[in-house]
Structure formats: structure tokens, C-alpha cells
Nanobody
């Protein structure tokens, strides 16, 4: 735990954009499968986007067409967020696993729970 560090959060108006980043801090173990989650007070953490080592990605319905997940060969993870809405406000966390993503119908699973590593989170606030 604690191998990942997120950055890029902040406050933005509705319709605005933010780019979140996540990097490994020490002794980086390869993480073929990585993901972004978000959580608001009183709610469970939910998967936003998941990406496998071959670039195959999957998204929550609420962010499809607005968010884009990407990772490079050094397992640096990004989340480009456009058209932000107030309901996107949350603490955003990145997660990584030593194994390839579990696939469901050819897409990375959005319900995987065995993540090897988590970051501490970065806050995103969308308000006018």
C-alpha cells in the first residue's frame, strides 16, 4: 500500500477540465492493470475507469465520452476529465495491480476488488 501518489486535483467550474496524474513512488512493481476510483462522503468508492497493459479501457457510464484514462510504459497513469459536472466532485484515487486486468466481455472489469496498491487521493471539486 501507499506506492502511488496522485496529483492534479483542484476546483473547477462546471464544464471545465482537469487532468489527474498518478505515479509510483518507490521500488515500482509493474502494474499491468490500473484504475481510477472516486469516493464522496457517506458513499462507497466507485470505479471511474480501468485500463489494461494493452491499452484496453473501460469506463463508468456516468463518465463515458467525457473522461479518458491513459498509462505509459512506466505505469504513470492519467485521467483527462472534460465537461466536468458538480456530481463529479469527489476524492479521486488511483489503484494498481501486479496482474493483468480481469476481463468481462473483453473489457477490464469495473468490479475488481483485489488491487495491490492504492494512492492517498486527490480532491476534485466542481462548482460555480
Amino acid at each position: 500500500q501507499g506506492q502511488l501518489v496522485e496529483s492534479g486535483g483542484g476546483s473547477v467550474q462546471p464544464g471545465g477540465s482537469l487532468r489527474l496524474s498518478c505515479a509510483a513512488t518507490k521500488n515500482p512493481t509493474r502494474m499491468p492493470c490500473m484504475a481510477w476510483y472516486r469516493q464522496t462522503p457517506g458513499h462507497e468508492r466507485e470505479a471511474v475507469a480501468v485500463i489494461d497493459s494493452d491499452g484496453t479501457a473501460n469506463y463508468a457510464d456516468s463518465v463515458k465520452g467525457r473522461f479518458t484514462i491513459s498509462k505509459d510504459n512506466a505505469d504513470n497513469l492519467s485521467l483527462e476529465m472534460n465537461g466536468l459536472k458538480p456530481e463529479d466532485s469527489a476524492m479521486y484515487y488511483c489503484a494498481g495491480d501486479r496482474r493483468r486486468c480481469t476481463l468481462i466481455n473483453g473489457s477490464p472489469s469495473m468490479v475488481y476488488v483485489g488491487w495491490s496498491y492504492w494512492g492517498q487521493g486527490t480532491q476534485v471539486t466542481v462548482s460555480s
